[in-house]
């Protein structure tokens, strides 16, 4: 049974930066595709990153230049560094395993989430 378990989420002002880990059990990690959603209040879960297996990434324009992810196959951990933090950047971030190697597969795994709240 693959698992995703989040960490690093927090209270931040305006302007810094809050590093996401997502750890990941049960399956095969290098093979497969990761990336971090997120879902404000009242809104949508969107994807605002993922990273292909082999390394190819993708960022929700919103985030372009201030997130960036990546991926310690040795560690089965996937990382969000998010610098520049806005308040509408608030809301409870999830990781996600793909459906295969490539992002345009999609997801197939979650985890429960990690809060970020950003105070202006």
């Known amino acids: 049974q693959v698992q995703l378990v989040e960490s690093g989420g927090g209270l931040v002002q305006a302007g810094g930066s809050l590093r996401l880990s997502c750890a990941a059990s049960?399956?095969?990690?290098?093979?497969?595709?990761m990336g971090w959603y997120r879902q404000a209040p009242g809104k949508e879960r969107e994807l605002v990153a993922g990273i292909s297996s082999g390394g190819n990434t993708y960022y929700e324009d919103s985030v372009k230049g201030r997130f960036t992810i990546s991926r310690d196959n040795a560690k089965n951990t996937v990382y969000l560094q998010m610098d520049s933090l806005k308040p509408e950047d608030t809301a409870v971030y999830s990781c996600?395993?793909?459906?295969?190697?490539?992002?345009?597969?999609?997801?197939?795994?979650w985890g429960q989430g990690t809060q970020v709240t950003v105070s202006s």
């Open positions: 996600a395993r793909g459906r295969g190697a490539a992002l345009y597969i999609g997801f197939n795994y």
């Open positions: 049960g399956g095969t990690f290098g093979g497969y595709a």
